[in-house]
Structures are given as C-alpha cells and as structure tokens.
C-alpha cells in the first residue's frame, strides 16, 4: 500500500519526482483542496524507506503519473516529521497513497502494485469519481 505527504507551502518535487508540486504541509494540503475543489493524493514517506525511495526515483517522474497529478493537490507527508497525520490515517507501512475528496470524507486507499500504469490509473479514477 502506498499515500502522500505534508511539510509547508508548495515544493518542489522529492528527488526524481520532477513535474510534480507537492504540498509539503499536510493541512494546508487540504485547505488548498477545499478551496481549490480539486481532490488531494497524500503520499505518506521516508528518507530511509526503500520503496518510497523506488517510487520518487521511477513512479513520480514518469509522464503519465505527472500528468494525472495536475487533477489533485498532492500532499506529501515525511512520518517523520508528521507523525500524528500518520497516526490519523492509520497507516501501517510506507509507502502509503490515500486519495481525498476536496470535501473530506473518507480517504481511498491506492491498492495493486506499484507501477506508473497502475497508479495513474487509479489516479485518473480517484479523480473522476471525485469531481462528478
């Protein structure tokens, strides 16, 4: 299972993960998805998390998932400097990608392996549901 992260104001993205603008504050995040109306992907991460260091060096940049990111405000969280966000979102493992309505509501858990297929997929998915 995978979700995003959090930090303060925009940044730019994690290694290898350029073309995406993440939100490094996971309340702002949401803040800006409220008032945005967009829907919110939260990565939840590490430094020293193998996986997630896979997927900032091979998944984020990939085009497709790139493109798909520009439908939602991406939040990435650090469990290390956000632990109580982890804690709310009952996250077991990282890497962990959770997809938010702009309204709230119950988060929706990214599933199924780790491909830039597969995420963008369900990116695209998340999205249309969200903005209907």
């Known amino acids: 299972m995978w979700v ?6 925009c940044a730019p993205a994690p290694e290898g993960g350029a073309g995406i603008d993440w939100v490094k504050d ?7 998805a409220q008032e945005s109306g967009r829907p919110a992907l939260v990565y939840f991460t590490a430094d020293w998390c193998a996986p997630c260091v ?9 085009r497709s998932v790139v493109e798909a990111s520009k439908r939602f405000v991406m939040i990435y ?19 962990a990608i959770f997809f938010l309505s702009a309204r709230g509501g119950k988060p929706m858990a990214f599933s199924g392996d780790r491909s830039a297929a597969n995420l963008a997929r369900q990116m695209k998915a998340a999205a249309d549901s969200f903005l209907r």
């Open 4 to 9: 995003a992260a959090a930090g303060s104001g």
């Open 26 to 32: 996971h309340a702002e995040g949401l803040r800006q």
């Open 54 to 62: 896979e997927l900032k060096k091979y998944i984020w940049p990939d």
């Open 77 to 95: 969280v650090d469990v290390d400097k956000e632990p109580g966000t982890l804690a709310a979102y009952r996250v077991r493992g990282i890497p």
